[in-house]
């Protein structure tokens, strides 16, 4: 059973904290009256219950989610599962032309994104009215909630891009809540909404410790680094049509300095661990100083649902093979197989890559191939070690639906099948945390500032340290005899021997490294966001995929919509004409 984490109780006893024992009158509706909890031992519930409510969604819609966020809407990977009717949400949004406002899954994540955002804003006016000399623990706290809020808008931002910002202030009904515009149309551009969701990262940055007595909670490095990421964002300054006019070279120059603050820790808080896949185990769950932030999860912690379990990527294990019962979603494409193989000097084949597919046959798209070993990190291709077990060969029985999906697995979001964090209840999850922002990612976030900032020599160390690594991870990646899974051939970048380190090279070789570092955790698809490149990207990887899978024939990025999601029907009419739609839909 995985160890105990603070967060995982319940969120209503959650919310009652040290009020628990007490005797209330519960309204009809079993509507919480606040007015009871005032006592500092009360304030601990109300922050326990904003983490809790990130982790209690019941779904696999929930906006915490990377998989279906920021990969299969990419060209990391494809939804998976039965087939284009299963999911037919998640369908939508991979070929793009076919996503409507009032489409599943849209309205659950932004619903449940502002009931994190109200149970971080009812803590923080709860935590105001007590003293620090009454709860020592306020501020942290206050730091606590306020970096959820933030994060929250954060995804909120990047999914839909004007969202209604609420705060502590806004208080009322619900009524009161849907009258907050989405978007204030005397503002000339979106960065008004950044300037606040920024505002509350710093906050959080300043309120929150070095480090927390208690594992999960969220200390200062991980608002320092959204601090940097917020201002990376930024940066890249957005028309109303979505296309990136500008790039703010002091924004870039700010988030350095935040950057720097991480950087500076390297070896005493934080750095890469030896072996990638260390990433990826349960058993290094809150246990890594590349870990900068993580989502806790549970499983059998005694709370009434039986534990915080991920509930988000619950579909995404093999369909009924090798102990797993549900529901193949989530595969890698071939897309993505391909760029990590390299050439006879170690380095990306940056435009040739994208040759082949598995249904070529295993011989075929492998041999005579040299790849990156990241690969084997990633995917599981039938007759491959599943997930570093060189005794349980990964066959085709579980892939679902191969000839809509192809043959290749993800793997980074699962657990070993005889793991005790697994739950299957008529559908499959676990209880591994999910490592929001790593260290391996803040230094490709420096390697881009730099690059930006016309310092791409200052990079060059930067990048060559991630593919180091890469290179030192392979003794998990064997066969039962010892031998390696495939032929794994990675260099670094080597001005003057295999490379000229100019400023346009460095920045296809950060673009790549990002890609592979990060293969389908989520993040490719809002890297695309930022430089503004998502049109040229997609359409060139759908021109391809069209040979590949039938379903893919109407497949189109639209430049000017598809950057994000429409606001959701059903919140627009709840909004009573206060919710502008995005353009296009």
């Not at 009360?42 to 966020?69: H, L």
Request: proline share 6%; glycine share 6%; charged share 25%.
């Amino acid at each position: 059973m995985k160890a105990f984490k603070f967060i995982i109780f319940s969120a209503a006893c959650a919310v009652v904290a040290a009020g628990c024992a007490d005797s209330l009158n519960v309204a009809p509706k079993q509507v919480l009256d606040e007015s009871l909890l005032t006592k500092p031992s009360d304030m601990e519930g109300f922050v326990t219950a904003a983490y809790a409510r990130m982790t209690d969604i019941p779904s696999w819609d929930s906006p915490f989610a990377p998989w279906w966020t920021g990969s299969l809407r990419s060209d990391d990977s494809y939804k998976g599962g039965g087939g284009t009717w299963d999911g037919d949400g998640w369908h939508n949004m991979e070929i793009f032309v076919t996503l409507q406002p009032n489409g599943w899954p849209l309205d659950y994540p932004w619903y449940v994104s502002y009931q994190v955002i109200q149970r971080c804003n009812t803590a923080i006016q709860r935590l105001n009215t007590v003293t620090e000399e009454e709860f020592p623990n306020k501020n942290s706290r206050l730091g606590e909630v306020t970096f959820i809020r933030a994060f929250t808008h954060f995804r909120l931002k990047q999914f839909f891009k004007y969202i209604p910002y609420i705060d502590e202030n806004v208080i009322g009904t619900s009524a009161e809540f849907e009258a907050v515009p989405n978007r204030d149309l005397t503002q000339p551009n979106d960065q008004y909404l950044w300037e606040r969701i920024l505002a509350d990262f710093k906050l959080a940055e300043n309120l929150l410790p070095p480090v927390q007595p208690e594992k999960g909670r969220i200390d200062k490095n991980a608002a320092t680094a959204m601090v940097a990421r917020t201002l990376m964002f930024m940066a890249y300054e957005q028309d109303d049509r979505h296309a990136v006019v500008n790039v703010n070279k002091e924004r870039l120059a700010e988030a350095l300095t935040y950057l720097d603050k991480l950087t500076d820790q390297e070896g005493a808080k934080v750095g890469l661990q030896p072996d990638f896949a260390e990433n990826f185990d349960i058993a290094f769950d809150n246990n890594t100083k590349e870990s900068i932030w993580e989502i806790q999860y549970s499983i059998d912690d005694g709370s009434s649902t039986g534990g915080k379990i991920n509930r988000s990527e619950g579909l995404n294990h093999p369909f009924n093979w090798g102990g797993y019962q549900c529901c193949g979603f989530h595969q890698i494409s071939y897309n993505m197989a391909n760029a990590f193989k390299t050439g006879p000097d170690g380095l990306p084949m940056f435009d040739t890559y994208n040759t082949g597919s598995y249904a070529d046959g295993d011989a075929v798209f492998f041999g005579g191939n040299t790849f990156d070993p990241r690969f084997s990190h990633t995917a599981a291709a039938p007759g491959h070690p599943w997930k570093y077990n060189p005794n349980m060969l990964f066959e085709k029985a579980g892939i679902r639906n191969p000839a809509d999906y192809g043959y290749l697995k993800s793997i980074k979001e699962l657990v070993p099948p005889d793991c005790d964090c697994l739950l299957y209840d008529g559908w499959q999850f676990n209880s591994m945390n999910k490592r929001m922002i790593r260290y391996d990612e803040v230094l490709l976030w420096k390697a881009e500032v730099l690059i930006q900032l016309d310092r791409w020599n200052e990079s060059l160390p930067l990048i060559n340290k991630i593919r180091t690594r890469a290179a030192n991870s392979t003794d998990r990646l064997v066969k039962a005899d010892g031998s390696p899974v495939l032929d794994y051939h990675i260099e670094t970048y080597q001005p003057g021997v295999n490379c000229d380190w100019t400023k346009e090279f460095a920045w296809k070789a950060m673009q790549w490294e990002n890609r592979l570092e990060m293969a389908a955790e989520g993040r490719r698809f809002f890297d695309l966001q930022r430089w503004g490149i998502l049109e040229e990207t997609m359409n060139a990887y759908f021109k391809v995929e069209k040979t590949r899978f039938s379903w893919m024939d109407v497949a189109r990025f639209t430049a000017g919509r598809d950057e994000y999601f429409p606001i959701p029907q059903p919140q627009i009419n709840w909004a009573k004409g206060n919710y502008t739609q995005n353009p296009g839909y």
